[in-house]
C-alpha cells in the first residue's frame, strides 16, 4: 500500500513537471537566447539591455501601481539577501523573479518565477523587515489599521485585485471587531467619519449621488486610478508612495478629497 502511494504521488510530480514545462511562456528555445543575451555561453549575465527593459517588451504594466519600483537604490536601512541578486547595486526585475524557473511547483501552484517561494506577505519581508528604523508601511503589516474594518455592502459587485490584496490584511483580519469579506462595501477607518466606499462605479455614484457633489470622472487627477471605472483602495493609497498615510497626493487643506468632491 505504501509502495502504490509513493509510486502515485511520483507519478503526479512528474505530470505536474510536465506540465510545467509545457505551459511555461519562458521556455525558450537555444535561438531566443540572443533575445536577450549577448552570448550566453560566454557571460549570461552580459545583456544586450537593461533587464527591466527587456522585460517591458512583454510586460507593458510592469510599473503599475501594484508593482515593485524598478531600477532604485535600496534604503541603506534595508539589507538585500544574497539569493535576491541586485544588478549594479539597483533592484531590478531580476531582483525577485528568475525567468529561467519552472511556472508551477510541484503541487500545480503558480510561483511567478520567484527566486522564493510565495507565501503571501512573507516574501515582501525577506527585505522589508529588516533594520527599518523608521515606522512604515512595510514595518506595519502585522499591526497595520487595529481598529480598522471593512464592511460589505453588495457581495455580488466584485472587487479590483488591488483592494482585496488590501484587504486581505487590512480589512480586520487582524483587527476583532470586524466584517470581513470580498464585495463592494465601506470602508471605516479608524475614525468612522472617515468611512470610504470602494467598489462603487464612480459615474454611477455621481448621478445617484447629488449630496456628494462628485466631478465628472475624465476630470479627477490622473494621480487618482479607477479600476474598470469603480473606486478602489489604489485609487487614493499607494503603498510605494512616499506622502504620509500612503496616499497618491497630499490630503494638505483636503485636497486629495477636493480631487473628486467638488465644494
Same mark, same amino acid.
Given at each position: 500500500?505504501?509502495?502504490?502511494?509513493?509510486?502515485?504521488l511520483l507519478l503526479?510530480?512528474?505530470?505536474?513537471?510536465?506540465?510545467?514545462?509545457?505551459?511555461?511562456?519562458h521556455? #525558450?528555445s537555444?535561438e531566443?537566447?540572443?533575445?536577450c543575451? =549577448?552570448?550566453?555561453e560566454?557571460?549570461?549575465?552580459?545583456?544586450?539591455?537593461?533587464?527591466?527593459?527587456?522585460?517591458?517588451r512583454?510586460?507593458?504594466?510592469i510599473? !503599475?501601481?501594484?508593482?515593485h519600483p524598478?531600477?532604485?537604490?535600496?534604503?541603506?536601512?534595508i539589507?538585500?539577501?544574497?539569493?535576491?541578486?541586485?544588478?549594479?547595486? =539597483?533592484?531590478?526585475?531580476?531582483?525577485?523573479?528568475n525567468?529561467?524557473?519552472e511556472?508551477?511547483n510541484? #503541487?500545480?501552484?503558480?510561483?511567478?518565477?520567484?527566486?522564493?517561494?510565495?507565501?503571501?506577505?512573507? #516574501?515582501?519581508?525577506?527585505?522589508?523587515?529588516?533594520? =527599518?528604523?523608521?515606522?512604515s508601511?512595510?514595518?506595519?503589516?502585522?499591526? !497595520?489599521h487595529?481598529?480598522?474594518? #471593512?464592511?460589505?455592502?453588495?457581495?455580488?459587485?466584485?472587487?479590483?485585485?488591488?483592494?482585496?490584496?488590501?484587504?486581505s490584511?487590512?480589512?480586520?483580519?487582524?483587527?476583532?471587531a470586524?466584517?470581513f469579506?470580498?464585495g463592494?462595501? =465601506?470602508?471605516?477607518h479608524?475614525?468612522?467619519s472617515?468611512?470610504h466606499?470602494?467598489?462603487?462605479?464612480?459615474?454611477?455614484s455621481?448621478?445617484?449621488?447629488v449630496?456628494?457633489?462628485?466631478?465628472?470622472?475624465?476630470?479627477?487627477?490622473?494621480?487618482?486610478?479607477?479600476?474598470?471605472?469603480?473606486?478602489?483602495?489604489?485609487?487614493?493609497?499607494?503603498v510605494?508612495?512616499?506622502?504620509?498615510?500612503s496616499l497618491?497626493?497630499?490630503?494638505?487643506g483636503?485636497?486629495?478629497?477636493?480631487a473628486?468632491?467638488?465644494?
Amino acid at each position: 500500500m505504501k509502495k502504490s502511494l509513493i509510486i502515485l504521488l511520483l507519478l503526479i510530480a512528474s505530470i505536474l513537471i510536465v506540465y510545467a514545462v509545457l505551459n511555461n511562456p519562458h521556455e #525558450f528555445s537555444s535561438e531566443e537566447c540572443l533575445l536577450c543575451h =549577448v552570448n550566453y555561453e560566454q557571460d549570461p549575465k552580459d545583456l544586450i539591455m537593461p533587464v527591466t527593459d527587456i522585460c517591458k517588451r512583454c510586460h507593458d504594466r510592469i510599473n !503599475a501601481k501594484s508593482s515593485h519600483p524598478v531600477n532604485v537604490y535600496p534604503s541603506p536601512a534595508i539589507t538585500v539577501p544574497t539569493d535576491l541578486p541586485l544588478r549594479n547595486g =539597483v533592484v531590478t526585475c531580476s531582483t525577485c523573479h528568475n525567468i529561467h524557473k519552472e511556472s508551477v511547483n510541484i #503541487f500545480g501552484e503558480r510561483t511567478y518565477f520567484l527566486r522564493r517561494p510565495y507565501t503571501g506577505r512573507s #516574501f515582501c519581508i525577506s527585505c522589508h523587515t529588516q533594520g =527599518v528604523s523608521e515606522v512604515s508601511h512595510a514595518d506595519t503589516l502585522d499591526t !497595520a489599521h487595529i481598529g480598522s474594518r #471593512f464592511k460589505v455592502i453588495d457581495p455580488s459587485e466584485p472587487l479590483d485585485e488591488i483592494s482585496k490584496e488590501c484587504i486581505s490584511c487590512h480589512g480586520g483580519v487582524l483587527s476583532r471587531a470586524t466584517t470581513f469579506g470580498f464585495g463592494s462595501g =465601506v470602508w471605516i477607518h479608524d475614525d468612522p467619519s472617515h468611512s470610504h466606499p470602494i467598489g462603487i462605479d464612480y459615474e454611477q455614484s455621481r448621478i445617484d449621488r447629488v449630496d456628494a457633489k462628485l466631478i465628472p470622472i475624465a476630470l479627477v487627477d490622473k494621480r487618482i486610478t479607477f479600476f474598470n471605472g469603480t473606486v478602489g483602495c489604489g485609487s487614493c493609497h499607494d503603498v510605494y508612495s512616499p506622502t504620509q498615510m500612503s496616499l497618491v497626493m497630499s490630503n494638505s487643506g483636503s485636497k486629495l478629497c477636493l480631487a473628486c468632491h467638488a465644494l
